[in-house]
């Protein structure tokens, strides 16, 4: 799976991109909760076959935060994402944007997946890949131009626009999801193993990207990984989950200095202490 949500917005916000960038919302405070996550739980099926996968989650994602979501493989972190991105409803608790309870695809909220090489359409170029989403939103055609210009800018990939994505690197293509959701410009952007497909190295250069997104665009994006080390490296904050029902055995915040460098943060003796304390707590036994 790996697309854009937001087939339609609400009243007033035509161009979040700018309400971020406005001078007075520069200044708002860092600590500002924009996604919340209260006593969520979802079970699977009824009776005898009911299933709860997760259970009681709480946690919250501040604006301009990268956060990570951890924890052991098929512990329920994709059934956590359809909630949140209004996929399917929870069975009890809420999830919120703003204090605004989602109940179907949130308009600010744009989601990428692992799977880049299903949701770019290979009969598309690169250009009207990226234009896709912004289907719906009825641009002014300069306005659309200008977007997607932006998007492909942003994530190095100006002269690639006329291209297939077959004729792509997986890393390449990946770059097209990310371009696809930053053209419809979200505030929030969910990432589910975004970078799971590729090599250690484009690895490295999408994380990269990942924090640039958030500083040059101001979003808030939260990222679910099994990889401890990326999220210790992306993360304001990495919320731990233990199996099996999902629940979150803790939620760590990462106090590394910024700006981080895949070469000089990573080798920091706070770097290896928090990852050690990641790993240690999805280890140990239940
Ligand atoms: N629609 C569904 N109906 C019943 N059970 C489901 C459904 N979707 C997921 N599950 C079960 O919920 C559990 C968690 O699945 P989920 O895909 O959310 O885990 P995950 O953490 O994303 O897995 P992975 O780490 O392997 O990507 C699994 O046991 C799965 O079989």
Redesign the pocket.
Known sequence: MNHVLAPHRHPGMENPMELQNNPATLDAPAAQSRLEVSGLSKT??SGPNA?C??EDLTFTVNKREVVCIV????????????CLAGL?PATSGTAAIDGRTIDGPPPEMALVFQDYSRSLMPWLTVRKNVRLPLRHLRLPAQEMNERIDTALAAVGLSHAASQYPWQLSGGMQQRVAIARALAYRPEILIM??PFASVDAQTRFELEDLCLKIRDDFGMTILV?T?DIDEAVYLSDRVVV?GA?P?RVLDVVDIELPAPRDQISTRSLPEFAEQRTSVLSMIRKPA
């Open positions: 699977y099926g299933k996968v997760i924890g052991p493989s098929g512990v329920g972190k994709t059934t956590l994402l359809k399917q589910d193993e679910v099994h989950l099996k999902a």
